[in-house]
């Protein structure tokens, strides 16, 4: 079983930056490919970005290129997702999510963290 842990929210000036964090735990978390979702108040959750499970790869939806950036740490059980110059239209919860197997990017995620909410004020 995998779970996922993120953290880093809160709130932040428009323009400013944050660093999330999703730990992650379980036996094989390190073979997961991780991703990023965020889903604004009363909006759908959308995708924000993907790393492999090695780190080799990582795939952004259009709108987050150039500002957000997805990682792994030494340990690749745990994803960060640097975000700058945020909006106030950036303010959303954040969730982390794993999806084991060899499809990339992911289209389908099996586990996902609790979320955390990032707020930006203008």
């Known amino acids: 079983q995998v779970q996922l842990v993120e953290s880093g929210g809160g709130l932040v000036q428009a323009g400013g930056s944050l660093r999330l964090s999703c730990a992650a735990s379980?036996?094989?978390?390190?073979?997961?490919?991780m991703g990023w979702f965020r889903q604004a108040p009363g909006k759908e959750r959308e995708f924000v970005a993907a790393i492999r499970w090695n780190g080799a790869n990582t795939y952004y939806a259009d709108s987050m290129k150039g500002r957000f950036t997805i990682s792994r740490g030494n340990a690749r059980g745990t994803v960060y997702l640097q975000m700058n110059s945020l909006k106030p239209e950036d303010t959303a919860v954040y969730y982390c999510?794993?999806?084991?197997?060899?499809?990339?990017?992911?289209?389908?995620?099996?586990?996902w963290g609790q979320g955390t909410q990032v707020t930006v004020s203008s």
């Open positions: 379980g036996r094989t978390v390190v073979s997961y490919n």
């Open positions: 999510a794993a999806r084991y197997g060899n499809n990339w990017p992911p289209t389908v995620y099996d586990h």
